[in-house]
Nanobody, 125 residues
Framework: QVQLRESGGGSVQAGDSLRLSCAAS????????MGWFRQPPGKEREFVAH????????QYADSVKGRFTISRDNPLGTMFLQMNSLRSGEAATYYC??????????????????WGRGTQVTVSS
């Protein structure tokens, strides 16, 4: 199995940027399609972005297109989420997830077997 650990969260103001990281251990990151999800306080967890094993195929939630960028460095064993122009409504716990059964990510949470514990992002207006 693989262990995932998110980092890079923090408190920022609306309009600021953050870069989240997801480090994999136990197995090579290159064995997994990956995704980012977030859960705002009191709400359901939602899809943010996903990336294929090779990194060539990515998809974003409509709400983050043009502002967020997902990427991965398989030799380094780390996935990233660059978040620009953050909005106050995007305060949430951000989770990374790994899918070992497909070359491609998915916006459906049920396809991901492994999850990190999350990193908190606070955005003040």
């Amino acid at each position: 199995q693989v262990q995932l650990r998110e980092s890079g969260g923090g408190s920022v103001q609306a309009g600021d940027s953050l870069r989240l990281s997801c480090a994999a251990s136990g197995r090579a990151l290159g064995a997994f399609a990956m995704g980012w999800f977030r859960q705002p306080p009191g709400k359901e967890r939602e899809f943010v972005a996903h990336i294929s094993v090779s990194g060539a195929t990515v998809q974003y939630a409509d709400s983050v297109k043009g502002r967020f960028t997902i990427s991965r460095d398989n030799p380094l064993g780390t996935m990233f989420l660059q978040m620009n122009s953050l909005r106050s409504g995007e305060a949430a716990t951000y989770y990374c997830a790994a899918n070992e059964h497909s070359q491609y990510g998915s916006d459906w949470q049920g396809t991901y077997r492994y999850w990190g514990r999350g990193t908190q992002v606070t955005v003040s207006s």
